[in-house]
């Protein structure tokens, strides 16, 4: 069973920026898509960007151009870097590890980290 430890949440203002990181037990983690999932308060959990093994990515459009997702497959690791935050990227941002071809939102989770952008 693959175990996640995720920081790096926190309160930022409007505007600023916050880089979250995920560090990942085991030897697979090189085989394994990454990904960013967020649950704002009262609504359900969603993806936010993944990144496969070979490095191709996916963002949500809603972060597009704002936050960018990498990974270091030596340290077992995976980031999110989230630039130019608004109000609406609050909620608690989950990290997530998955086979390919698992279904998106499956797999194994971080305990999560609380994002807050407000001034």
């Known amino acids: 069973q693959v175990q996640l430890v995720e920081s790096g949440g926190g309160l930022v203002q409007p505007g600023g920026s916050l880089r979250l990181s995920c560090a990942a037990s085991g030897s697979i983690f090189n085989l394994l898509v990454a990904g960013w999932y967020r649950q704002p308060p009262g609504k359900e959990r969603s993806l936010v960007a993944h990144i496969t093994s070979d490095g191709n990515i996916h963002y949500t459009d809603s972060v597009k151009g704002r936050f960018t997702i990498s990974r270091d497959n030596a340290k077992h690791t995976v980031y999110l870097q989230m630039d130019s935050l608004e109000p609406e990227d609050t909620a608690v941002y989950y990290c997530?590890?998955?086979?390919?071809?698992?279904?998106?939102?499956?797999?194994?989770w971080g305990q999560g980290t609380q994002v807050t952008v407000s001034s």
């Open positions: 997530n590890l998955r086979t390919f071809r698992s279904p998106v939102g499956s797999g194994s």
